[in-house]
């Protein structure tokens, strides 16, 4: 791929209207500039690629037909939107895409009207298009409204909740069915084979007429009524569309996604429609960037690379790679151990799990809340089920967990990985609620690893406690320390004294331990006594340890990645609280009530202060706000820094 392209076309289009003046020529070399701008783009700031580019036609298509913003253009997920975006004058800001202060990688009601609705999850798109076309109907507006979904996302249970209510309600409303047969890995389950049978339905369709029509000559009617009767049968199943077409929809497809004249017609035909309706539209993810087309999988979601070679870049030793590999170590020990992901195989390091144990290994599409429901079914059947899902998602499965896992008590573990501030993706994605919600439920233990051999330790701590616990763990490198041969559990409510002190105890979860200590190395220097714990357990906390240097101290710093509503800190100012414990003062550092936007993950760390900076600068005003608090602060104080 050349690196410098004229995007003449492109160029010369502030708004969809500039695409309706186009002929097909000039909207197919528009779709080459488009292809050729994201590619451009995302080898430097990473992103989603290959989706976005498997939607290029589609979108021109869309935009050339339908009015936004007047009409409504709902995108599933949202990481297929740059064609949208870049659309939609935003051609000039694309450059910006997931840097801090610039466009997101998601539609996002903040850029302008023609991002509707802000997405990030999966699923939600027929209910939020549902919602503005019954606001039309209610407000007697008149205009149109699209859902644009993937075959993946069609397998959230969401969208069929939605699917269903739009069917009975028969407002107009047009669904697009974006199918390339992936999610980020192949599509799994049953939707997904029916899919596939409506694709290469053309040869069941010419099967079928040619054997009623050789029943009915060499039969007689008898034999016809009941060759009737076997082509409704048959319809029924190979006909395109019936699932949709008795979900009260007119079905039209599949349709070839590549064709911008084919897509413009289909459209402008179907925009004529009453009711509900879904097109299903068939695209090849990676579309146009060869190596995205070999490798879908691979460009779904990338860091920066190479663009004329594709080369991605190596990745470090990650959390998540830990996780699997310790998986797989338990799993030889305890065949018990099963693994379930919700169409993130790759992304939770389980789909090396399933290489070395198929039969354990569960994709379920994605459906979280399924994926939780049907590991409390295995756990309550007498298995160990691990259930690896990324801190933002898992947000979704708060009944299951609450009702069908800690209500009765069972072995399910969470995995939760991508938990804390997850960097470019940004708000939607971000993993910081998982300690405020998970440590409300009775039951559930939670914890987290300050580094990637106490990771291990603590999936074998989760999977041989009785009941459900959960570790979360950060996107990203782990922290490089040596793994010991054997792992070891430990004990439930156990936290670690890294250091001890006497004028301050940071006491730390996760992520925020090794940043605690580099502080702590800091606020030494300043003479400063300081004591390090690292917590290891939200639930239980262990009360013991934070007693005793809440006593010895009068200061404690809690520090966590996550919200400071419920989160963390707010488990041990409860303790305080509940134990009646005098004398100690309690300053919490973590994320505040707001949404974290998309930054690289170092600076969103920074913006809110849990890093070793921010840390230590709120110690040290927490030390100088508090200078009585213990004889030995007093001395410090007073002796070094008459200034703090
Ligand atoms: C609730 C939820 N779970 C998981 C994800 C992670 N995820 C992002 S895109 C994607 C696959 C979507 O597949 P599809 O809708 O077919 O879109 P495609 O990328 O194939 O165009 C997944 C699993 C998510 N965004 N939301």
Redesign the pocket.
């Known amino acids: 791929m050349e690196n410098d392209r004229n995007y003449e076309i492109l160029s010369a289009i502030n708004s969809p209207k500039d695409l309706k003046t186009l002929d097909i020529k000039d909207l197919t070399i528009l779709a080459g500039e488009l292809r050729h701008r994201i590619v451009n783009t995302v080898s430097k700031n990473g992103g989603h690629l ?2 976005s580019l ?2 290029v036609e589609l979108t021109i298509a869309l935009h050339y037909v339908f009015d936004c913003p007047d009409d409504k253009l709902i995108w ?2 949202g ?2 939107c740059y064609a949208h975006k870049l659309l939609t004058g935003r051609n000039d800001l694309f450059p910006t895409l997931r840097k801090e202060g610039g466009l997101s990688g998601f539609p996002n009601r903040n850029e302008g009207p023609y991002d509707c609705f802000n997405t ?4 939600t798109s027929i209910s939020a298009a549902l919602g503005f076309a019954q606001a039309r109907d209610s407000l007697k507006e008149d205009h149109r409204v699209i859902a644009v ?6 397998t ?1 249970g969401l969208a069929f909740e939605g699917l269903n209510h739009a069917g009975s309600l028969h407002t107009n409303l047009m669904v697009v069915l ?1 199918d ?1 047969k ?3 890995s192949h ?1 799994v389950g049953a939707l997904s084979q029916h899919l596939n049978r409506i694709i290469t339905g053309k040869r069941y369709v010419k099967l079928r007429s040619e054997f009623v029509q050789a029943l009915h000559t060499v039969a007689g009617d008898q034999v016809a009524q009941f060759s009737k009767r076997l082509e409704e049968a048959i319809k029924g199943v190979i006909m395109p569309g019936r699932l949709f077409e008795d979900f009260g929809y007119k079905y039209v497809g599949p349709i070839e996604g590549h064709e911008i004249s084919y897509l413009i017609e289909t459209f402008q035909a179907v925009r004529e429609i009453e009711g509900p309706k879904l097109v299903h539209v068939v695209t090849t ?1 990676g579309k146009g960037y060869q190596p995205a087309e070999e490798k879908a999988q691979s460009f ?1 979601g990338v860091s920066p690379f190479h663009p004329s070679t594709g080369d991605l870049p190596q990745a470090k030793r990650t959390y998540t790679d830990v996780f699997a590999e310790t998986l797989i170590e338990l799993a030889g020990d305890d065949d018990k151990i099963v693994a379930i992901t ?3 195989p790759e992304g939770t390091g389980l789909s090396k799990f399933a290489k070395v144990y198929p039969d354990r290994f569960f994709d379920v599409g ?1 459906a ?1 809340q399924h994926a939780t429901t049907f590991a409390a079914g295995l756990a309550a059947g007498g298995m160990h089920p691990v259930v690896a899902i ?1 801190s933002t ?1 898992l947000q ?1 499965v708060f009944d299951q967990i609450a009702h069908d896992v800690c209500l009765m008590n069972l072995n399910v573990t969470f995995a939760v990985d991508r938990a804390g501030l997850v960097g470019e993706d940004g708000a939607t994605h971000q993993g910081v609620f998982d300690l405020t919600y998970l440590r409300c439920i009775p039951n559930m233990v939670v914890m987290a690893p300050k580094d990637e051999e106490e990771l291990r330790r603590m999936l074998k701590t989760a999977i041989e406690h009785p009941g459900p616990a959960a570790l979360r763990y950060p996107r990203g490198g782990a922290v490089g320390v040596p793994l010991s041969s054997k792992i070891e559990a430990i004990p439930i409510g156990k936290a670690e004294l890294l250091a001890d002190g006497s004028d301050i105890a940071i006491v730390a979860i996760g992520n925020t331990v090794q940043a605690s200590l580099e502080a702590a190395q800091r606020l030494k220097k300043d003479g400063f006594s300081v004591a390090v714990v690292n917590a290891r357990f939200v639930k239980p906390l262990d009360e013991a340890m934070i007693e005793a240097m809440g006593k010895k101290c009068g200061l404690i710093l809690t520090v966590e990645d996550n919200v400071l509503a419920g989160g963390f800190g707010s488990a041990v100012m409860e303790l305080i609280e509940s134990k009646g414990l005098p004398h100690m003062a309690v300053r919490r550092v973590g994320i505040p009530d707001i949404f974290v936007d998309h930054a690289d993950q170092k600076r969103q760390r920074s913006l809110v202060g849990i890093d070793a900076d921010g840390i230590t600068a709120t110690a040290r005003e927490f030390l100088s706000q508090n200078p009585l608090r213990n004889s030995h602060a007093q001395t410090t104080q007073t002796a070094g820094h008459p200034s703090l």
């Open positions: 290959a989706s498997g939607v599933d997920v990481h297929q990030g999850h999966a699923g979904i993937g075959d993946g996302s069609m959230a974006n390339n992936m999610s980020i599509n993810k779904h919700a169409a993130m994605i979280e990324y998602f979704r």
